[in-house]
């Protein structure tokens, strides 16, 4: 685990630019997937809680919402989506492309939302990064009501607390892979030698180092998307969404794609939410919430995630809750 | 900011077909305003300097009274210390000199047939010493000596009217300031062609001192002034004006520009038809400009949205779409620059002449101008056009629904 902070004379690293906000555990190497998804049909009892109360029975203050990565207050909640609708206009009618969907994502996890398509990931990746609204529920980010925000404040939160990683890659064609990782800076008023120092850090964190001077065009898949990752990482947001980002990769490219995600989410606490169908990245996961037609059908926890405390504090979000499968992989 | 700037630099380059297209267009619109300005430029600033030296002057000082004057008697509002006058003009600074000038009217004959002149009458010397030499179709200009005979220039158009040629006497009749009729015989020295048809029809120039023997008075009608340069004009008519005040004949003065009626008109014809091609060229390259900005905020729409998704304030995409656009039209505006001065370069040494507007009996040579002013006004009128044409084109980009825009196709 490298320092946080730099000691006089050491050279530069992504990690040691930015104060960890999170005191992860050090993680074991990522092991090599093989969940198997046992259904639990109905509701265990030992693993539901009432609304509203942690594990140890008590009432829940409201800071530490019940969630299985939220195990103790020590962990603070992330995003939080209560009750979100979004119904999109179509052809006279409405169409909804998610129906009543709660979500409770603590900081530092590394959350995948599958699901066919056209079940709503895109759009609950959406709401959650702020740059659609929802019909009816709200989101919170940090604690913070995104529905209460205006479009600056909006503009604001996603400047500070979100870096964005797409499936297309979307890099500025006309910068290079620095520049592309210096523009989330930019934006939020950084002066030119900073900019360069922590791109060139976050570039060294993808171990792309070698091609920060290349455009997009002259970079392959994989370095484009990791080009992508180090932009979204760069400013150090609090949340990585990330849209089907391996869908454009081989596997090889991906599955360095996921390791690296998965290495930027421990190492540096990020949190990660992405959305996929890519049965790649969802072996790497620790926790798989699956939607379907808009609502939330599973929300599950991995092997290794789960600990006998998860167990113990574990609630299936409300939105799971109509005849929704709690799937662990053991 | 630098970093900002080299974006918009970048985009601009982007689609390197569409933006050679769009720099011939704006290049073009510059070189077009450039050589039609030049040209424009070229036409009414040799007009003026013809106007000035073929006679006019750069300030004509006339009294008060004769601008409501009779024109059979012109005389009777006549400057009568004029030789004073003449030296207190010769005082001021940027006076080459001063010509005193009588133009009166009268009958002209031959014998047979007789017609109405238009006389000018001068000091040959004066006349000379200030370069308003008349353009002579044949003979020679008056010579100017005191004791010469009475000596006359007269105009193509009077000539072939009175059918006489150089050596041809004529007889000139007018009336003096008594009222009296009175004639005097002239010797045709010389024929003019004054570049105006109709006052080739009616010209006379004749010495002052016949001029003043036959309307029986001493006095001038006008004195002309002529300076070093035209654009000293303002400066010496406000330091005449009060010296002229302080004379016992009330006196007036008149600069070029309010004399050159035809200037003024071919002036206005000019800037009438530069400002419709300006417009034209603004038009053009707006329109143009507008549908080559959507098309590129269409192609960059998913752009744009990652973008703003990465919380970049909706007010930069509208700077970029703007900086691109200005951008845009400086570079068309230097290649336009370039275009258009290598252009006139080309045409001035090429030795074109133009026909004879209407009016005018010599051929007009083909000569571009190279001002600076208008260079500036040219590239601005593109550039604020480019700028105009992209806020629809920023303001739909800043506008875009983020999450459609990521979706964007």
């Known amino acids: ?330 | 900011m630098a970093k900002f700037l080299l974006l918009a630099f970048r985009n601009v380059f982007r689609n390197r077909r569409r933006t050679i297209m769009t720099l011939i267009m704006v290049g073009g619109g510059v070189a077009g305003l450039l050589l039609a300005g030049g040209f424009f430029a070229f036409m009414t600033h040799g007009l003026r300097e013809d106007t000035i030296n073929d006679g006019l002057g750069h300030i004509q000082i006339f009294t008060a009274d004769h601008f409501n004057r009779d024109e059979v008697r012109v005389l009777d509002s006549g400057i009568d210390n004029w030789r004073r006058v003449s030296a207190t003009v010769q005082a001021g600074d940027h006076v080459r000199g001063v010509a005193p000038r009588i133009e009166f009217y009268g009958m002209i004959s031959n014998g047979v047939k007789s017609s109405v002149f238009m006389g000018s009458a001068v000091d040959p010397n004066a006349e000379k010493s200030l370069g308003f030499t008349p353009r002579l179709a044949s003979g020679r200009d008056l010579d100017g000596k005191p004791n010469s005979d009475v000596e006359a220039l007269i105009g193509s158009g009077l000539a072939k009217s009175m059918n006489v040629k150089v050596g041809d006497g004529l007889t000139l009749l007018a009336v003096t300031t008594d009222g009296a009729l009175n004639g005097v015989d002239v010797q045709i020295v010389g024929i003019v062609k004054t570049g105006y048809a109709e006052m080739d029809a009616r010209y006379l120039r004749i010495p002052l001192a016949s001029a003043q023997r036959l309307l029986q008075c001493d006095r001038v009608t006008n004195l002309v002034v002529g300076l070093d340069k035209t654009e000293n004009t303002d400066q010496v008519a406000a330091w005449l004006t009060p010296r002229l005040n302080g004379l016992p004949q009330q006196m007036a003065l008149r600069k070029w520009v309010d004399l050159a009626t035809y200037y003024k008109q071919v002036r206005t014809m000019f800037d009438g038809i530069f400002l419709f091609l300006g417009l034209i060229v603004f038009f053009m390259v707006l329109m143009a400009s507008v549908n080559t900005l959507l098309m590129a905020m269409f192609e960059r729409t998913r752009e744009i949205g990652t973008m703003l998704a990465m919380g970049t304030p909706r007010i930069w995409i509208v700077t970029l779409f703007m900086l691109e656009a200005t951008l845009t039209g400086i570079l068309g505006a230097l290649a336009g620059l370039v275009a258009g001065n290598l252009i006139g370069m080309l045409l001035n040494a090429s030795g074109l002449h133009m026909p004879p507007p209407p009016g005018l009996t010599v051929n007009i040579p083909f000569r571009v101008l190279h001002l600076p002013g208008l260079m500036i006004g040219s590239s601005l009128v593109v550039i604020f056009s480019l700028a105009l044409a992209s806020i629809l084109p920023a303001i739909r980009a800043s506008r875009l629904q983020i999450a459609e825009a990521l979706a964007h196709v």
Do not use: W
């Open chain 1, 1 to 330: 685990m490298p320092s946080p902070t730099r000691h006089p004379g050491a050279p530069l690293s992504f990690y040691s630019l930015f104060p960890r906000k999170l005191p992860l555990p050090a993680h074991p190497p990522i092991p090599t997937p093989h969940p198997v998804s046992v259904p639990f049909v109905g509701n265990p009892a030992h693993l539901r809680l009432k609304p509203g109360y942690l594990s140890d029975g008590s009432k829940n203050s409201g800071k530490g919402p019940a969630h299985p990565m939220n195990t103790t207050d020590q962990t603070p909640e992330l995003v939080t989506a209560e009750a979100v609708t979004r119904r999109f206009p179509m052809d006279h009618r409405f169409v909804s492309a998610l129906d009543n969907v709660n979500l409770h994502v603590a900081a530092g996890e590394f959350l995948a939302i599958s699901g066919p398509s056209g079940s709503g990931k895109s759009t609950l990746l959406n709401l959650i990064g702020c740059i659609d609204k929802p019909t009816a529920g709200r989101i919170l980010i940090d604690g913070v009501d995104t529905s209460k925000l205006n479009p600056k404040r909006l503009t604001a939160l996603r400047r500070r607390k979100i870096g964005f990683v797409f499936q297309t890659f979307n890099l500025i064609p006309v910068f290079t892979a620095a520049e592309n990782v210096e523009f989330p800076l930019l934006v939020q008023g950084f002066n030119s030698h900073e900019r360069r120092q922590r791109a060139a850090a976050a570039l060294e964190s993808v171990g792309l180092s070698a091609r920060a001077d290349q455009r997009p065009d002259l970079l392959s898949g994989g370095e484009r998307q990791r080009v992508a990752v180090a932009r979204a990482i760069v400013h150090r947001p609090a949340l990585v969404l990330a849209d089907e980002p391996t869908a454009n990769l081989d596997t090889r490219n991906a599955t360095q794609l996921i390791d690296l995600m998965h290495d930027l989410n421990r190492r540096l606490g990020l949190t990660f939410i992405f959305s996929t169908h890519d049965a790649r990245l969802l072996e790497h996961t620790d926790r798989i919430v699956r939607l379907c037609d808009g609502q939330v059908v599973a929300d599950t926890l991995t092997a290794d995630t789960l600990t006998a405390d998860t167990l113990n504090a574990h609630v299936p979000n409300e939105g799971a809750s109509h005849g929704q499968v709690l799937a662990l992989s053991l």
